[in-house]
């Protein structure tokens, strides 16, 4: 499991892809998504500045930088792969 801000979390074995959310298709998908089930938002009211592709078409919102979450995914594979 790898925090995704405000003590929310996903299992690392569910991700897909995290991505930034400036581009116009990804804000688009979102839009689409906003009323859905299928929108998760760990924002806790801030600002999405990553989305979270999840294996099961799911998309989950998150105020941390993709690159924060993706260096939080790499070190909680090696540990993984160590224990």
């Known amino acids: 499991m ?3 801000g405000y003590n929310n979390y996903v ?3 569910k991700i897909v892809a995290i ?3 400036d581009s116009a ?3 688009r998908m979102i839009q689409n998504l906003r009323d859905s089930v ?3 938002n760990a924002t806790s009211g801030r600002k999405t500045r990553s989305v979270i592709i999840l294996q099961n078409r799911q998309i989950m ?3 941390l930088q993709a690159e924060t979450l993706t260096q939080r995914l790499m070190e909680a594979k090696k540990t ?3 224990g």
Request: a negative charge; hydrophobic letters at 45%.
């Open 38 to 40: 299928d929108l998760i």
């Open 19 to 21: 991505i930034s959310p």
């Open 80 to 82: 993984n792969e160590k």
């Open 2 to 4: 790898i925090n995704v």
């Open 61 to 63: 919102l998150s105020a």
């Open 25 to 27: 298709p990804i804000k």
């Open 11 to 13: 299992s690392i074995d």
